[in-house]
Nanobody
Framework: QVQLVESGGGLVQPGGSLRLSCQIS????????MGWFRQAPGKDREFVAA????????YYGDFVKGRFIISRDRPKTTLYLQMNNLNAEDTAVYYC???????????????????WGQGTQVTVSS
């Protein structure tokens, strides 16, 4: 049974940074990809970033604008999201997702991911 467990969320001031982590257990990903999605109160869940497990190619939502960096540590089977220059609009629950069979063109589609974490809250406020 694959489990994804996020951590690293919390309260941060505008302009600050946070690093989210997603620990994978239950299987070793050798292909496919992983992603971060977020859901703000009253809004639909949206794509944040994704990475191909092999090769490490990365993809980002339009709103990221160079502020976030997605990465993975393959030996540690951990996914990261470094978030910089945060603002109030980044307040949301952040979810990691993974699928060993997902193709590149589907990395931004939440309906194409089989495995999901429980989410971690990020609040940006002064």
């Amino acid at each position: 049974q694959v489990q994804l467990v996020e951590s690293g969320g919390g309260l941060v001031q505008p302009g600050g940074s946070l690093r989210l982590s997603c620990q994978i257990s239950g299987r070793t990903f050798t292909s496919g990809g992983m992603g971060w999605f977020r859901q703000a109160p009253g809004k639909d869940r949206e794509f944040v970033a994704a990475i191909k497990w092999n090769g490490g190619a990365t993809y980002y939502g339009d709103f990221v604008k160079g502020r976030f960096i997605i990465s993975r540590d393959r030996p540690k089977t951990t996914l990261y999201l470094q978030m910089n220059n945060l603002n109030a609009e980044d307040t949301a629950v952040y979810y990691c997702a993974g699928d060993p069979n997902i193709i590149t063109s589907s990395l931004g589609r939440q309906d194409m991911y089989r495995y999901w974490g429980q989410g971690t809250q990020v609040t940006v406020s002064s």
